[in-house]
Every structure is written in C-alpha cells, then in structure tokens.
C-alpha cells in the first residue's frame, strides 16, 4: 500500500492510515489513569451497565458475569463507577 503522497513537497505521509486492523489492543493504555476501577462483587446485580458504558472495552465477563477489570487498558475514567446503579456502589474508584 502506498504510504506517501509522491510528488508533494517533501512527501508527506498520509494521516490516519490504518492498515491493520484491532491495533487498539497492542496499546496497554492502562498506565495512563491515576485511579482504577475496583470491583465489589457482593453489590453487584449483574445490571451490564458497565460493560455497555465502558469506553475501551475494558469491564471483563466471564461466563456470563461481570467479574472485574482488563487493567491493561482500563484509561481509569471513572464512567463504570458512576453509571453503576447499585447502593452502595459495585466498583469504586481507587487511587493507583
Ligand atoms: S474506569 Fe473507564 S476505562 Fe476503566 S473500566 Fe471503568 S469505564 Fe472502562
Ligand atoms: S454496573 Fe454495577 S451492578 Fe451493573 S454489572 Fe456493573 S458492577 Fe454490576
């Protein structure tokens, strides 16, 4: 695939090539959050509120359940614990 716009001063290279798919899992964005998620198994109501809010994907189920955090790409958000609808809440945000 051509990478460059020949011709043009100094051969620019195109922006926002992807030419690969599902990249986005090789960036452990983890490491850029200052708090992380923690999960409170015994609150939760199995709701998937955080699965379907969660911006990278990051809320992990297992066998049908809600079960915790892939913290390799968990950016720390805080948007999982604030659509968690339980009282008390089922994931609370801690300081890493
Ligand atoms: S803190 Fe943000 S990125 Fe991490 S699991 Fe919750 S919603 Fe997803
Ligand atoms: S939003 Fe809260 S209650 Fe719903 S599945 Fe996630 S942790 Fe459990």
Redesign the pocket.
Known sequence: MKKYIEGTVKSLPLAGLIEEAGTAKKYNTGTWGTFKPV?LEE?????????VYCPDSA?TVNEGK?VGFDYDHCKGCAI?AY????KP???VMEKK
Not at 83 to 86: A, F, I, K
């Open positions: 999960f609150h939760c109501i199995q709701c998937f509120f955080c699965w809320v809600v999982c659509e968690c609808p339980t809440k089922s994931i």
